[in-house]
């Protein structure tokens, strides 16, 4: 093995991925994977596949480039840039779109391509981040309609990831209420009502999501079992951190001499506990955010990091942990992002 490394356990993951697509189908959702947590890693993409996801998505095209060899509908996730039309429609089946500039561009690219191309309609629900307005949705469906080399597909939102807000009835309420609107104004049919995100999870789990709702769009939940119950045999453990202890060492646990800025241009403040045994790992700031990671010996705790160094506290730990020693970390969908996107850190893939 080689340190760092994160691993990725692929059976825990599809075990998630089941289970969350049970649940999903019982209220007649189908569920897509988005790989973007893991830089869409092929061979972790395996387990959401194995899992039952009906299409894979990503915010990026340098991701979906990696998922060409998978023969299942994929999505770019990120509203399109103009100056990326051609990746779009070579790369992707289906984006989500709210620019008319755009989408007349992609219609271009797909006759060009010989292609017909997907688009959902992305609507602001209240984030404030991407989507149109409500009012403007039927408007903007009518104009997608007429334009050549695309096909509109259905409506989306997105909520939580910038404005924090959390997906409710209301809200929900609302996209279906548009997606209605939508086709009795125009008289067509709505494929695809696409509720949103993880955080879209809680209300399908408590059977409260508006019926109108037929498509999710998951990351995290597969990736860390947010939202999931262990009793239902969902894991929170899919990614790990490893890292390497290069020193062991009984130190003061506050500097000597005159304080400045630390590495990152912060003062560093400590508290004076004596004389305690530290351990140096070989990961630093570089690679992940150490406010996001959690060693899995609870008698260990994290001091601070500079770019390349991690120290812990191992004073109360009852293993005794020496030069060479390997510790483990539990983390959270921003520190896989992190070590994923890392080139310092090795990734392992575990079939159990
Ligand atoms: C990232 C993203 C998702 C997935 O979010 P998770 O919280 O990881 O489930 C879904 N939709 C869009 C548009 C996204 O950007």
Do not use: W
């Not at 984006?95 to 219609?107: D, P, R, V, W, Y």
């Not at 509109?152 to 939580?160: C, H, R, Y």
């Not at 453990?237 to 890292?243: G, L």
């Not at 560093?268 to 070989?282: C, N, Q, S, T, Y």
């Amino acid at each position: 093995m080689q340190y760092p490394c994160i691993t990725a356990d692929l059976r825990k993951m599809a075990e998630n991925v089941a289970l969350v697509k049970k649940k999903c189908a019982d209220s007649g959702i189908d569920i897509i994977g988005v790989t973007k947590g893991f830089c869409a890693h092929p061979e972790i993409v395996e387990a959401y596949l194995k899992g039952g996801v009906s299409g894979l998505g990503d915010a990026r095209l340098r991701n979906l480039e990696k998922l060409k060899s998978f023969n299942v509908p994929k999505y770019l996730m990120r509203i399109p840039m103009l100056s990326e039309v051609e990746d779009v429609i070579r790369l992707s089946n289906i984006s989500m779109n709210s620019e008319l500039e755009t989408i007349k561009a992609l219609g271009r690219e797909a006759l060009r391509q010989g292609k017909v191309h997907s688009i959902i309609l992305m609507v602001e629900l209240g984030d404030v981040r991407e989507g149109v307005l409500q009012e403007e949705v039927v408007d903007y469906v009518r104009e997608i309609l007429n334009i050549n080399g695309v096909k509109f597909l259905g409506i989306g939102a997105n909520l939580s990831c910038f404005g924090g807000v959390i997906p409710d009835e209301k809200n929900m309420g609302r996209l279906a209420g548009l997606a209605e609107q939508v086709e009795q104004e125009l008289d067509i049919n709505v494929e695809i009502v696409s509720g949103g995100s993880t955080s879209s999870f809680p209300l399908v789990d408590k059977k409260r999501m508006p019926g109108k709702i037929n498509h999710l769009r998951f990351g995290e939940i597969f990736i860390s079992g947010t939202y999931l119950d262990a009793r239902e045999g969902a894991h929170y453990d899919v990614f790990k951190m490893e890292a390497e202890v290069i020193e062991i060492k009984r130190k003061p646990s506050i500097p000597t001499g005159e304080i400045g800025l630390d590495a990152f241009f912060r003062k560093p403040v400590f508290e004076d506990r004596g004389i305690r045994k530290r351990a140096l790992l070989a990961i630093g700031r570089q690679d992940v955010d150490l406010d996001q990671i959690k060693p899995c010996d609870k008698e260990i705790e994290i001091i601070g990091a500079s770019s390349d160094h991690l120290i812990v506290d191992v004073d109360s730990c009852s293993r005794n942990y020496r030069v060479g020693d390997i510790i483990e970390f539990n983390l959270n969908y921003v520190s896989i992002l992190r070590l994923m996107t890392s080139e310092y850190v090795h990734k392992v893939i575990i079939r159990s």
